[in-house]
């Protein structure tokens, strides 16, 4: 079955994360953190993205971020895809080093981007990276320490946060406090994913909400109230809906390539061989964004059905071929 496809819109706030492939390290040495960050600072400098709160473990990352004149699959494509080419530059390897794509949820902003901005800060303390509350403040590998004033990061959006914690001296004295009451409560699986168990909070909380006979509005790749989560759904127009793929026919690949063969009058065994004529090569190409773009399969499965490369099917929808939906779908 194809993955949901992300939800996204002006002013949405994210909750990001992205993993190494086999759980391996994505960040060898201060020169791989220096240039991720530095990424991600010009992400925010050019105004694509609002960032509160981010982390750099050894082989994954937390990125809390609100879109702004960007979608955020841009931003990512922009931050992974440079990082990965300089990261396999400097390190003399090959081939892919995120696992899978990366993860976002989006978060109801009232309720949770305290909670998140401080979940996401102590990852380094959970992870035993710095020792205590010290250690966290002075570290350059978190927002936590530009958050304190240690360390001068002018595209980290401070102010946004600080905010929430009072105004003047008190603000940031505040948010300390409010983050080191939390040291002590480990890992939040809650606050790392969608849907209605995380948002009310426990599978008792749904079972209850099930007893008094309501109901909620979910979507997993929301962290909300039902309130919120209708209104993400409803504010994204019908434009914003065909460019972020939210509202698709969930077909097959082999549906849909059999719909592809149909107008360009050819068979899926031509499809499936390695001929040249331009006719097969566009209905490839077609085939290939149709399926990544509108559908949100990943290469991988689109290229297991074509028996060709991954990288065949990166081409393929990087190529600009194919985003005209005529009658395919």
């Not at 909750?15 to 086999?22: A, C, D, Q, S």
């Not at 509350?133 to 240690?150: E, W």
């Not at 008190?170 to 948002?199: T, W």
């Not at 127009?237 to 793929?245: A, S, T, V």
Request: with cysteine.
């Amino acid at each position: 079955m194809p993955r949901l496809a992300r939800l996204d819109a002006p002013g949405v706030l994210h909750h990001v994360m992205g993993r190494g492939i086999e759980r391996r390290k994505i960040f060898l040495n201060k020169k791989d953190r220096k240039d991720f960050i530095d990424r991600l600072a010009e992400l925010a400098v050019n105004g694509s993205l609002s960032i509160y709160a981010w982390t750099l473990l050894p082989n994954h990352f937390h990125l809390l971020c609100k879109t702004k004149n960007w979608p955020l699959s841009s931003s990512m494509r922009k931050l992974l895809t440079g990082y990965v080419v300089n990261f396999n530059r400097r390190h003399k390897r090959h081939g892919h080093l995120f696992q899978n794509r990366y993860k976002s949820i989006v978060c109801q902003e009232d309720t949770y981007l305290m909670e998140l901005v401080r979940y996401i800060h102590l990852n380094l303390i959970r992870s035993s990276l710095v020792k205590d509350i010290r250690g966290l403040n002075r570290s350059p590998f978190s927002g936590h320490s530009a958050l304190m004033g240690y360390v001068k990061r002018d595209w980290q959006d401070t102010e946004f946060v600080l905010n929430y914690f009072g105004s003047g001296r008190d603000s940031r004295k505040n948010y300390l406090k409010f983050v080191q009451q939390a040291i002590s409560q480990g890992r939040r699986p809650d606050l790392v994913g969608g849907g209605l168990i995380r948002s009310l909070g426990t599978w008792s909380e749904v079972l209850a909400l099930r007893r008094r006979g309501e109901k909620q509005a979910f979507d997993q790749r929301i962290l909300g109230d039902g309130e919120f989560v209708e209104t993400v759904l409803s504010e994204i127009d019908e434009i914003g809906k065909e460019n972020l793929r939210l509202a698709p026919k969930q077909i097959s690949v082999s549906s849909l390539a059999e719909r592809v063969c149909k107008v360009h009058n050819i068979s899926t065994g031509e499809l499936k061989s390695r001929s040249r004529r331009h006719e097969i090569v566009e209905a490839r190409r077609i085939l290939s964004f149709l399926a990544v773009k509108e559908l949100g399969y990943c290469g991988a499965e689109v290229a297991r059905y074509l028996g060709v490369t991954t990288s065949c099917i990166t081409r393929a929808i990087t190529s600009g071929k194919g985003s005209e939906r005529k009658d395919y779908i």
